[in-house]
């Protein structure tokens, strides 16, 4: 099968979680025998901010554990004829120009033989319902929601059967355990400042937790204003910048535990989805203690495959028992580990996927989305 997918970049993860699943999916479509190719618009936002804070050495971590992606970038519009010949299946991330997406949609309609997905994986459609409801995607079969709770807006304007649930997943072939077990001290969160979204609760749950249990705590991420500095000077943690996220795996195996403050669109507005960051730290075997979301979809043990702290006093609680409990903390690792490999990895999501085209080749298309 020949598979094309439209995205805002493959090279870089800065600042851009769905590069993370695209390359462990893209990783496996390819291992299977697949002629798989990303294709990414020159002078994208992700992979400038990385040049320019990073220059091409950057790209070093990607290039060293994906040699097998293949990337194209296209200046302007891209040449669709010439890119979707052949083509069998065709993914459009959300996170593209409405104009790229709409004339892909055009080339579906006049006579493309592919099938044509949207892939959302952010929380845009309830934060910005303005932006996203101006993207054309008539001449699309599908679209592929990152929740059941986003699926449910997109059945909200219309797409019926033809929205269906692709959870993000763990690229396990780089995300795993260390071979050989070192030292490990002190607590890791991996993630961006962002836009505020999140401030209160990364305060809340993490660096007041850490330092009222003297537990060592190093912040690693982007977006990180002067405001924000301060508060982890305040709190005596670290910042240790940005990370190429092929290079996580080392970083958990370095640390007793890690974190997972989700942000506030996924716990009001979006519940049920956790984003990539529990499938990754999961799949390391690190232990993790969750700030509170709902796994309204039952896609976790919670309380077996990680901790979820119902308020500020109870996250200090669990990192306090994973800090003195060697028992705990290999019970969270086993079974963290146990329903990652069953269920989220990214060979599980590909599954799916070959299920969803063929699926949808049985529902009516539509004539027009409201």
């Given amino acids: 099968m020949r598979i094309v997918y439209f995205t805002h970049s493959l090279l870089s993860c800065w600042n851009h979680g769905n590069a993370h699943f695209l390359r462990g999916v893209l990783g496996e479509l390819t291992a299977r025998g697949h002629d798989v190719v ?5 002078g994208a936002w992700s992979l400038t901010n990385l040049l320019a804070d990073h220059g091409e050495a950057g790209l070093d971590a990607y290039r060293a554990a994906y040699p097998h992606l293949r990337t194209e970038v296209y200046a302007g519009r891209p040449d669709l004829d010439a890119a979707l010949d052949g ?40 934060s910005e319902p ?12 599908g679209v592929l929601a990152f929740g059941a709770t986003l699926a449910d807006v997109y059945r909200a304007w219309g797409w019926g059967e033809r929205v269906v649930v692709w959870h993000e997943a763990a690229d396990t072939r780089v995300f795993h355990p260390p071979a050989v077990e070192a030292r490990r001290t002190g607590l890791v969160w991996i993630g961006n400042w962002g836009d ?42 670290a910042y240790r910048g940005w990370l190429p996220n092929a290079r996580a795996p080392e970083i958990f195996a370095r640390h007793l535990a890690t974190v997972h403050v989700p942000r506030r669109f996924y716990v009001e507005t979006l519940p049920g989805i956790p984003t990539i ?7 390391c075997g690190i232990p993790l203690v969750s700030a509170p979301w709902r796994d309204s ?9 990680f901790l979820m702290a119902r308020d500020p006093a109870e996250m200090e609680t669990h990192l306090r028992a994973v800090r003195d409990d060697a028992d705990l903390r ?41």
């Fill in 38 to 42: 990303a294709l990414e618009p020159e």
């Fill in 87 to 126: 083509g069998d299946l065709v993914i459009v991330h959300e996170w593209n120009a409405h104009a790229l997406v709409a004339a892909v949609g055009a080339h579906r309609r006049a006579g493309g033989r592919y099938t044509l997905l949207f892939h959302d994986t952010h929380h845009r459609a309830v």
């Fill in 130 to 141: 303005d932006a996203m409801r101006a993207y054309d995607l008539d001449g699309y079969d």
């Fill in 196 to 237: 505020g979204e999140r401030s209160a609760e990364l305060e809340s749950y993490l660096f007041r937790p850490a330092a009222s249990l003297g537990l060592p705590l190093d912040i690693y991420g982007v977006r990180y204003p002067d405001e924000a500095l301060a508060t982890l000077t305040r709190h005596g943690a």
């Fill in 277 to 283: 960051r529990v499938f990754e730290a999961l799949a």
């Fill in 297 to 305: 979809e039952d896609l976790f043990r919670v309380g077996t495959d």
């Fill in 330 to 370: 290999a019970s969270l690792v086993r079974h963290g580990l146990e329903t990652i490999r069953a269920r989220h990895t990214c060979a599980h999501r590909v599954d799916e996927l070959m299920a969803i085209v063929t699926r949808l080749a049985a529902v009516p298309v539509l004539d027009h989305v409201a």
